[in-house]
Structures are given as C-alpha cells and as structure tokens.
C-alpha cells in the first residue's frame, strides 16, 4: 500500500486547511485510515482515524469540534478538514493504513505517508 499525503502549507490563526491522502496498491488490505502528527521537538500523535468499511470515524480530544475527516471509497482518499486553527496545531502531518482497529496507536499502522507540513501562524 503506497500513500501520497498533500495539502499542506501556511495559514494563520483560525484559518483552515483540508488534507489528502491517497492510497494505492493493495489498499482492500488495511481497514482504517488514520492522521497522526509531529510537532518539532514532540513524539508523533495520533489526530483522526476512519474505517474504510462504514466510515466510523474517530478524533483525538484536542481537534474534535475542529476537525473532521472523511473518505471517498471510489477514489481510495481520505481527507481531513482542518478549521479553527491554532499554532499548536503546527506539524508534520502523516497519512497511515492499518489492518488493524486499534486506531490511536501508531504502532498498528503498517503504511504511511510522506508527510505534509501544516505551519499555523499566530
């Protein structure tokens, strides 16, 4: 499984953003799609995750109200929708593919991204 992260870049404070990743190969393989980030200096988070099979969907504390992620089954994408940001919201934003439910846990995703960087000026 291959996955193509983009959308990324520069925004100011309450500004929003909306991230892509597309998934390639043998995509039937994985069952939910999760974002994760890396701030400088910090260890990698998990932000939102989403099954491929009924769209349950899944947020880290710190974004729920603010973002929201979504996917297009046909199209093999996952997006997230970034509103109301913060600087602290500033990262390296990773796409990642699991066959597995554990969902907040980075160590269950077998594929990531390249990363986008989201940089979130005050």
């Known amino acids: 499984v291959q996955l193509q992260a983009s959308g990324g870049g520069l925004v100011q404070t309450g500004g929003s953003l909306r991230l892509s990743c597309a998934a390639s190969g043998r995509t039937y393989r994985t069952y939910i799609m999760g974002w994760f980030r890396q701030a400088p200096g910090k260890e990698r988070a998990f932000v939102a995750a989403?099954?491929?099979?009924?769209?349950?969907?899944y947020y880290a504390d710190s974004v729920k109200g603010r973002f929201t992620i979504s996917r297009d089954n046909a199209k093999n994408t996952v997006f997230l929708q970034m509103n109301s940001l913060k600087p602290e919201d500033t990262a390296v934003y990773y796409c990642a593919a699991s066959r597995y439910t554990d969902y907040a846990a980075s160590l269950s995703y077998e594929y990531w991204g390249q990363g986008t960087l989201v940089t979130v000026s005050s």
């Open positions: 989403i099954s491929w099979r009924d769209g349950s969907t």
